[in-house]
């Protein structure tokens, strides 16, 4: 029997409100930072140097991000939820004030690093918050809230970033995470409820989070080097170090992910596979757009980047518009969401060198707006198929996973533009080839995303159709 669908009021009534907006200011802070930071972060060079590490601070911040939110589960566990929200906020505060009174390029980098362990703490204690504090039928409503911020974000962020670069002040862009974060404490010491902590005899595995740090840290230095074949050598060393650490998670208690995160005979592997194709297709599309844009159509970098920030308003619009659907409509568009998707990644090779501008921009719009109208929905089934007691493991996982995703896909983009030719310079020639190349390598993704929702789907149903 169909139930009568969830209204967007109820989350911002009772206790529910405080928990909304604790929820939200999580991601946004996150959010935000990064928008704002990309665009700062050529006047940080110009005044630290350090222009040969560039790209380290975004990958020592990603790196530690996964980090965190693979140790979402396990803080939450030995803190509980209250304290282990007030120690990831303090942990990313001292990041950005690290950042912000940094004398030199190093100290950044380790306090970026500082960052994105808080980042990640934070995303995984809230999709904790979503699994324990909300109902199933109020999930898609808060997932696409959470998605919702990344809009803002996309808006927002370069805005300010672009503010606080032109008065020649780019510590503020730092220092203005700091009142949001102070609030996110607070409202976490006097919201959040107590909870029995779990697990406070277990140790720290320090032996996966090394595997699956290795890992990620090989991911990422595959962009920075320049030899076709050291990339697939650090590509293998990634997936061999990731794969030991889920397996390795297998045999013990006290784990990082799930049960069987991998299995396609389970909704949660099947879901999770579905988040690291999606955040592969995110990454690959968007790590060489602003470069592509700017080189072949003569668009500033600033400008440029809002063509990357289309996917995510995009990807804003349609999560709001599918939440509330329900029963035979979530089935209907956990489907027609990677289709959409897959078409508009299509489109993006279509439009990428010969243009125009508008059919790309149209094809951006298409990719995010797959995703956002399926992806609160699949979150929400995969917390629902999670097997008891392991429902916020389940949850704190998600944005790992998708995070792992991000990461190679970016690895695999920088292979293929390298084998196009980029490494040879970037003039308008090599950028086309690269831009050519890696979008329509991108089409993979997407296209295994629709047969992987046609599973989830049938998973779903036989699950529904056995506990009736």
């Known amino acids: 029997m169909a139930t009568a669908p969830a209204s967007w009021p109820v989350l911002f009534r009772g206790r529910r409100l405080p928990h909304t907006v604790l929820l939200t200011l999580s991601i946004g802070v996150h959010a935000i930072g990064l928008f704002i930071v990309s665009t700062v972060f050529p006047s940080v060079v110009g005044d630290l140097g350090g222009a040969a590490f560039y790209t380290w601070a975004t990958m020592l911040y990603t790196i530690m991000s996964i980090m965190g939110t693979a140790c979402g589960g396990l803080l939450k566990a030995r803190l509980d939820l209250r304290y282990g929200y007030i120690l990831g906020a303090l942990v990313h505060l001292a990041g950005a004030v690290g950042c912000a009174v940094a004398p030199h390029f190093a100290m950044l980098l380790a306090a970026r690093a500082l960052q994105g362990l808080g980042s990640g703490l934070l995303i995984a204690l809230a999709y904790s918050m979503i699994s324990e504090l909300y109902d199933e039928e109020l999930r898609p409503l808060i997932l696409s809230a959470v998605s919702g911020m990344w809009g803002v974000a996309a ?264 084998a196009a030719g980029i490494a040879e310079g970037i003039s308008p020639a090599t950028v086309a080839a690269a831009a050519t190349w890696v979008s329509r390598v991108g089409i993979v993704a997407p296209a295994c995303i629709i047969i992987l929702a046609l599973r989830l789907r049938w998973l779903r149903r036989g699950a529904v159709s056995t506990a009736g």
């Open 155 to 418: 808006l927002i962020g370069p805005m300010v970033g672009g503010m606080f670069a032109d008065i020649g002040w780019w510590r503020g862009a730092f220092w203005a995470a700091t009142p949001v974060l102070l609030l996110l404490s607070m409202l976490a010491w006097s919201t959040l409820p107590p909870m029995p902590r779990q697990g406070m005899g277990e140790r720290l595995p320090l032996l996966r989070l090394l595997l699956l740090g290795t890992g990620v840290l090989a991911v990422g230095w595959s962009g920075q080097v320049a030899s076709l074949e050291w990339r697939l050598v650090l590509l293998a060393v990634a997936c061999l170090f990731v794969g030991s650490t889920f397996q390795l998670d297998r045999q013990i208690v006290n784990r990082l992910f799930p049960s069987r995160p991998l299995s396609l005979q389970t909704q949660v592997g099947t879901g999770y596979w579905i988040f690291f194709l999606y955040g592969m297709t995110t990454s690959q599309i968007t790590v060489f757009m602003p470069l592509a844009i700017q080189v072949l159509y003569g668009v500033s970098l600033l400008r440029a980047g809002y063509f990357t920030a289309i996917l995510s308003i995009a990807w804003t619009v349609t999560a709001l518009l599918s939440a509330s659907l329900q029963d035979r409509r979530v089935h209907l568009v956990v489907l027609l969401g990677p289709v959409v998707m897959t078409c508009g990644v299509a489109g993006v090779a279509a439009f990428a060198v010969p243009g125009p501008l508008g059919g790309l921009s149209l094809a951006l719009f298409w990719v995010g707006g797959g995703i956002g109208l399926c992806f609160a929905h699949i979150s929400s089934w995969t917390m629902a198929a999670a097997q008891p007691g392991e429902q916020a493991l389940t949850a704190s996982s998600i944005p790992m996973i998708q995070s792992l995703g991000i990461a190679f896909g970016a690895a695999i983009a920088g292979l293929v533009a390298n």
